[in-house]
């Protein structure tokens, strides 16, 4: 949660609560609708306190959030049925396989922008709607739409466009819900929300919602195609902005909705990188290499290379470009000599490897290159990263002051549908920390690459060995 200072977009007050991750069991991956609705509200009370500020101080309200995660609720109690299914589970990639197999997925590609994944939220509902009680009657949405009721009292039953387009089950040329889409997988349109716009007037005081990415994305201001950025959270994000232009991709990326703002859309290609900052957690809570994420960054640079090992963090399967859900981690190149250090290092640099193999592939989609990359997300403060990444790219690689983009986003959205500030003053809200120029030589970096996607090949044969 971030409060503004209306005039020059300054964050005056943060608040932050951790929620519980569950995994029942394995490839299953869900979280406690009530735990996130419970963090928002101490999130925002500690924002509003670090802000001295009252709840009546609030002009406007902005939410962004997990967006293919599904959230059941009742209705009338506002209580949930289930718990949420995150996006990171893997629970229907029998489903997914078994219409890849019957041909449908050109035309899912077509209509949504998407692939037939386990990642997005059409199989995730078919699934609880043959296996929950309740889900039938129920009200069904990203995680957007739970806190909008739950602001609302029940209220207002809403997603925006960035939102829906992440479900497989909303037409992005229309933009609109799709009844084929929803015949397809099995699913009643009667569950889900009406589709708003992602700025303006909207419920409760909330006037702006983006789904996280998207978020980030308007909080980098790439609001000019060909602008791209990139969040390493727990995941990695690589969105390039595309404007009114729906660009139909070949080489493994996502067309989504990047917003959609009086109505209109705008359009963003999206390479969507399942695990990168969540192999740090790995390090930290799985195998003990380290005691707190932070000492990723000082612990990877105390080495000056991995020494040889690469980490294909492949731990629910590989995201873009390859959209492999059976491909599963490895760790290549150990010897004897191989330490802690190095193993983080390896962790750190396949953000940076797998980024690449993103933005190459939006390249070709796009037939354009890209002269920057502006990253954001708790793994950017790492200079090593950042200069890696620029490297790698060969271009420059910009971090701004506020590299929590996604709040900072969702706070744009709100305060330009509130009336707080004007489309001309989002470039001006965006400030530089550092660029990084690329140092390396393109041959190294191409060598570098090269040894990464044979590590990436080891992964992606686990199913067939």
């Known amino acids: 949660m971030v409060g503004t200072d209306a005039q020059a977009g300054v964050v005056r007050g943060k608040g932050y609560r951790e ?213 390493y959270g727990t995941g990695s994000f690589v969105l390039m902005q595309t404007g009114p232009n729906r660009v139909a991709s070949r080489s493994g990326m996502l067309t989504t909705v990047a917003w959609r703002r009086e109505g209109k859309l705008s359009y963003a290609l999206e390479g969507a990188i399942f695990v990168t900052g969540a192999a740090l957690q790995w390090l930290r809570d799985g195998l003990g290499i380290i005691a707190h994420a932070s000492d990723a960054g000082p612990l990877a640079a105390s080495v000056p290379d991995t020494g040889g090992v690469f980490l294909v963090p492949a731990f629910v399967g590989l995201g873009a470009p390859h959209w492999d859900p059976y491909a599963r981690g490895a760790i290549v190149g150990l010897t004897r000599g191989t330490t802690r250090a190095h193993l983080v290092r390896a962790a750190v640099e396949a953000m940076a490897f797998q980024t690449r193999d993103v933005v190459e592939a939006m390249e070709k989609d796009t037939g354009r290159r890209l002269t920057e990359l502006r990253v954001d997300g708790g793994a950017a403060v790492m200079d090593l990263l950042c200069q890696l990444q620029a490297d790698l790219l060969g271009i420059a690689v910009r971090r701004p002051r506020q590299t929590e983009t996604t709040a900072l986003g969702a706070a744009f959205l709100a305060g330009l549908g509130a009336g707080i500030w004007g489309e001309a003053d989002l470039a001006h809200l965006w400030k530089l920390d550092r660029e990084f120029e690329p140092s390396m030589s393109r041959d190294e970096a191409d060598s570098m690459q090269l040894r990464w996607r044979r590590a990436v090949e080891r992964s992606l044969q686990w199913e067939n060995q």
């Open 19 to 231: 929620i519980t991750q569950h995994f029942p069991r394995p490839g299953w991956v869900e979280h406690d609708p009530n735990e996130i609705w419970e963090a928002v509200e101490a999130s925002a009370k500690q924002a509003l306190q670090a802000a001295d500020a009252e709840t009546s101080d609030v002009a406007a309200i902005g939410i962004t959030n997990q967006r293919e995660t599904l959230v059941l609720w009742d209705r009338k109690t506002l209580q949930p049925i289930a718990p949420a299914i995150v996006w990171q589970d893997r629970r229907t990639a029998g489903e997914c396989a078994r219409l890849r197999a019957e041909g449908h997925e050109e035309r899912v590609r077509e209509v949504t922008g998407l692939v037939l994944d386990p990642y997005f939220t059409a199989t995730k509902l078919a699934w609880a709607l043959k296996n929950i009680d309740g889900a039938e009657d129920a009200a069904a949405g990203t995680v957007d739409s739970w806190l909008v009721a739950k602001l609302s009292e029940g209220r207002a039953h809403v997603t925006d466009a960035s939102n829906a387009s992440r479900t497989l089950l909303f037409d992005i040329g229309r933009g609109e819900w799709s009844e084929e889409m929803a015949a397809l997988f099995g699913v009643s349109l009667a569950n889900l929300p009406e589709v708003v716009d992602s700025s303006g007037s909207i419920a409760a005081r909330v006037s702006g919602i983006a789904g996280d990415q998207q978020a980030a994305l308007f909080g980098q201001a790439c609001t000019e195609p060909g602008m791209a950025k990139n969040t």
